[in-house]
């Protein structure tokens, strides 16, 4: 994943890295980008979405796709959980930080939300609900780890659970996972997310 340009996208100095003004963000357009493919960036940069979400990178494509989001005055999320080359340890999440300058690191893991908190990043931790079964000991997983923000997946399922997720969860809820029509998208955040993260270009709107 590269993105073609001629000029290469720059480090910003300082990345901005406040969680209360992601979310004055998604009050105007509560939508965040999720990119797999590198084809899918330039339509994201060129929508109004205030983040974007990397769920598939070699590592050592991240600083150019990163500071092309930047630039374009987007916060840029990098799961680590899912990019090729990098660990999932205390010194991925401190590559990501320092040497980087992500916005905001996404894991299911709470040892490396508190790693991401100490870098003092924005840290998203993942839910994602196989079965109720193993609801409870995620819900604790979370309260231990108190991330800035919970992402819930799959989103479909998220209006039928919202209540007992807010009696649960403190952090701000964003929601993703198989969401591809407006009527979706509505009817999660009508059950309290404050935003939604989706691949479908159509709802980067």
């Known amino acids: ?32 980008a999720t990119i797999r493919r590198a084809e899918d960036l330039p339509q994201a940069l060129a929508s109004p979405v205030p983040a974007i979400f990397f769920l598939r990178a070699p590592a050592f494509h991240l600083g150019p796709l990163v500071w092309a989001v930047q630039a374009r005055g987007k916060m840029a999320f990098v799961h680590i959980d ?23 690191i996404v894991s299911s893991h709470g040892n490396l939300i508190a790693a991401a908190k100490a870098d003092r990043v924005i840290a998203v931790q993942r839910l994602l609900l196989h079965d109720d079964l193993g609801l409870p000991s995620a819900l604790t997983a979370i309260e231990r780890a108190q991330p800035d923000i919970v992402e819930v997946l799959p989103g479909v399922i998220f209006p039928e659970i919202a209540d007992l997720l807010r009696g649960r969860v403190a952090a701000p809820m964003i929601v993703g996972g198989l969401i591809t029509d407006a009527g979706q998208r509505a009817a999660i955040l009508g059950a309290g997310a404050r935003a939604i993260t989706t691949g479908s270009v159509a709802l980067w709107q």
């Open 82 to 104: 899912l990019i090729a080359g990098l660990g999932k340890d205390r010194a991925g999440v401190a590559f990501l930080a320092r040497e980087i300058g992500v916005n905001g």
């Open 1 to 32: 994943m590269a993105v073609r340009s001629s000029q290469s996208p720059v480090r910003p100095l300082a990345a901005d890295r406040s969680v209360s003004r992601l979310l004055e963000a998604f009050e105007r357009v509560p939508v965040a």
